[in-house]
C-alpha cells in the first residue's frame, strides 16, 4: 500500500538554526499538507500546497516557514530560525483530490527538538 | 511513551466490549468529519469519515454518528481489542478547503 514518508525521524537543532523537514507524498497524489503537533496537544495545520503555490495557511505559518517541492517527489518545510516554541512533531500529508471524502494520509512525522 | 504528558480524557474497556468515543466539533458549516487514529509514534490513520448530509456511517467494526444539531460526533467501535488501543482524533473540513482542524483527542486503553 503506498504510503508517505518523512525524514529524519528526528532532528535535534539547536534555537536560530534553520531546518528542512522532508517528505515524499503518495506519487498520484496533488495536494500536499504539513500539520504539527506539540507534545500532549492536537494536531494543528500549518499549511496546504497545490500546484506548485500555497493554497492554504494557518497563523501559526508565519515568515520564519517555507514549503517547496523541489522536485517531482518531495515535499519540504522549511523553518528559517527555529524557536524553543518550535519543537512538536511535524506531520506531512497528501491527498488525491480537495474537499470532502478525500482521505488526507498522514506520514510518520518528523520530531523538531529545539535546545 | 506516547501518553507521556498528555492530558487528554481516557475510555478504559475490556476487551471484547463496545467502545464509544464522542468529540463536539465548532463550525455548524463543516461538511465533512474524519476519525483518525494515532499509536505511539505514528501519524494520524484514517479510520472512517462521514459527509454532513448523513447522520450514520458503518464501516468494518466501526460505526461513526453525526448529530447536527448539537454538533457532535461519535465513534463506536465494535468487539474491542487490545490493537484499538490508541489516541483518537476527530477532525472537521468545511467546504472545499483542504484544511483539517482537529479534536483534542481521547486515549483509549483496552484492558486484557
Known amino acids: 500500500e503506498p504510503e508517505v514518508t518523512q525524514t529524519p525521524s528526528h532532528q535535534v537543532t539547536q534555537m536560530g538554526q534553520e531546518v528542512i523537514l522532508r517528505c515524499v507524498p503518495i506519487?498520484?497524489?496533488?495536494?500536499f499538507y504539513w500539520y504539527r503537533q506539540i507534545l500532549g496537544q492536537k494536531v494543528e495545520f500549518l499549511v496546504s500546497?497545490?500546484?506548485?503555490?500555497?493554497?492554504?495557511k494557518s497563523e501559526i505559518f508565519d515568515d520564519q516557514f517555507s514549503v517547496e517541492r523541489p522536485d517531482g517527489s518531495n515535499f519540504t518545510l522549511k523553518i528559517r530560525s527555529t524557536k524553543l516554541e518550535d519543537s512538536a512533531m511535524y506531520f506531512c500529508?497528501?491527498?488525491?483530490?480537495?474537499?470532502?471524502?478525500?482521505?488526507?494520509?498522514f506520514g510518520p512525522g518528523t520530531r523538531l527538538t529545539v535546545t | 511513551g506516547e501518553s507521556v504528558g498528555l492530558h487528554l480524557p481516557t475510555l478504559s474497556v475490556q476487551e471484547g466490549d463496545n467502545s464509544i468515543i464522542n468529540c463536539a466539533y465548532s463550525n455548524s458549516a463543516s461538511d465533512y468529519f474524519i476519525w483518525y487514529k494515532q499509536e505511539s509514534g505514528k501519524g494520524p490513520q484514517f479510520i472512517i469519515d462521514i459527509r454532513s448530509n448523513m447522520d450514520k456511517r458503518q464501516g468494518q467494526r466501526v460505526t461513526v454518528l453525526l448529530n447536527k444539531t448539537v454538533k457532535h460526533l461519535s465513534l463506536q467501535i465494535a468487539a474491542t481489542q487490545p490493537g484499538d488501543s490508541a489516541v483518537y482524533f476527530c477532525?472537521?473540513?468545511?467546504?472545499?478547503?483542504?484544511?483539517?482542524?482537529f479534536g483534542a483527542g481521547t486515549i483509549l486503553r483496552v484492558k486484557s
Open positions: 506519487s498520484n497524489h496533488l495536494y
Open positions: 477532525a472537521e473540513q468545511t467546504g472545499y478547503g483542504n484544511k483539517l482542524v
Open positions: 500546497f497545490y500546484n506548485n503555490e500555497i493554497s492554504e
Open positions: 500529508a497528501s491527498s488525491a483530490r480537495a474537499g470532502g471524502l478525500n482521505e488526507q494520509y
